[in-house]
């Protein structure tokens, strides 16, 4: 765990990182828990000749946890992160509406609702309660 004291646009916050993954760092800003997804990484070589730099940015909303991609070939729903499996709300056979709670996700120590990204019927439920997946794991197929 790391501990950063930040001050953006003359606001002092408290940032500490208390987990990575590949995909997502949770973080506890100012005591509150956040989730920030990692798009790139990419190395930065610090300026040299002044250590203090002073950062400007515009207020944003609350980072939330994405609901997984399902790909719309096969319609298989992945997951976006490691985690496990804590409750399943479907069975197979189901008909199933786009937004729909499939299955609840615990990771980081919160609970995720994956969502279907397409309307249709429950093929298959690759996964069951307890099981502990890999990001990028097959979850359940849709037709």
């Known amino acids: 765990m790391k501990e950063y004291k930040l001050k953006i646009n003359d606001n002092s916050y408290t940032v500490v990182i208390k987990d990575v993954t590949d995909d997502a760092v949770l973080a506890e800003v100012n005591g509150k ?15 040299t000749e002044n250590r203090e730099t002073t950062l400007t940015s515009t207020p944003s909303p609350s980072p939330q946890l994405s609901s997984p991609v399902a790909s719309s070939d096969s319609g298989t729903i992945i997951t976006p992160i490691p985690g496990q499996i804590i409750s399943i709300s479907v069975s197979q056979g189901d008909k199933i509406r786009t937004g729909q709670k499939l299955l609840i996700l615990e990771a980081m120590k919160l609970e995720n609702s994956i969502t279907a990204t397409m309307d249709g019927t429950v093929s298959e439920i690759l996964v069951a309660e307890g099981d502990i997946v890999n990001q990028g794991q097959p979850l359940i197929v849709l037709v």
């Open 33 to 47: 828990k956040h989730i920030v997804h990692i798009d790139t990484i990419a190395n930065i070589t610090p300026p």
